[in-house]
């Protein structure tokens, strides 16, 4: 993995530093200029792997509502993994569990990317 990210089970994660914080769309760009998205946690390890790895606050993910659907922003639907608190567009994570805000929440970002095959 690139220097600043955390290698984990074939991934790279980059979480964003306090100076950092965007909206979600931004978040997305930033990860994107980077070869990679918001982060896609589709099975449990991946949530829990996040919670150990992030004990701050809010933490915007790659799942957003469109058309009422939750989605991942690999264009996979939510298959339900966990439970997202609340009804609003774009997913964030904090210490208490999953949660919808605003899009235009200023929070910090979490990124992932295969790692690149040596």
């Known amino acids: 993995c690139p220097e600043g990210w955390i290698g984990y089970r074939q991934l790279c994660y980059y979480l964003s530093q306090e100076e ?3 909206s979600w769309e931004q978040s997305q760009e930033h990860c ?4 990679a ?11 829990e792997f996040l919670h150990s790895l992030k004990h701050a606050e809010e933490t915007w993910l790659g799942l957003r509502r ?7 922003v690999d264009g996979s639907s939510f298959n339900q993994t966990f439970e997202v608190r609340g009804q609003a ?21 979490l990124c992932s990317k295969p790692q690149a095959v040596m």
């Open 37 to 47: 998205s918001l982060a896609v946690l589709k099975r449990e390890w991946e949530v």
């Open 89 to 109: 567009e774009c997913v964030f994570i904090t210490r208490y569990g999953i949660s919808s805000a605003s899009c235009s929440q200023l929070w910090s970002y």
């Open 20 to 22: 950092e914080e965007g």
């Open 66 to 72: 469109l058309g009422g659907q939750l989605e991942w």
């Open 32 to 35: 994107s200029s980077a070869g």
